[in-house]
C-alpha cells in the first residue's frame, strides 16, 4: 500500500469537495431584498466561501504536488 499514493488522492477529492461546497454556499446564500450597502457583502457566509475555497485550493495544491507534502513514515 503506497501511503502517498492515497494520500494525494485525499487531497485531490477533498480539496475539490471543499471548492464545490464554498460555490454552492455562495449560489444559494439567502439575500434580503431590501440590503443595499456595502456591509451586505461581508457577511457570515461570505467568510466561510473564502475560507472554504482557501482550504480547498490549498488542498489540491497539496495533491498536485504543487505545494511538497513532508516526508511520511
Do not use: E
Not at 485531490?12 to 464554498?22: E, N, T
Not at 431584498?33 to 456591509?39: E, I, M, N, V
Amino acid at each position: 500500500m503506497n501511503i502517498a499514493a492515497i494520500a494525494h488522492r485525499f487531497f485531490l477529492f477533498g480539496g475539490a469537495i471543499l471548492v464545490a461546497i464554498a460555490l454552492l454556499q455562495l449560489r444559494l446564500r439567502r439575500r434580503a431584498p431590501d440590503r443595499t450597502s456595502r456591509l451586505a457583502l461581508v457577511d457570515a457566509t461570505v467568510v466561510r466561501v473564502v475560507l472554504f475555497a482557501a482550504v480547498g485550493i490549498l488542498a489540491i495544491l497539496v495533491g498536485a504536488g504543487v505545494i511538497p507534502m513532508t516526508k511520511i513514515r
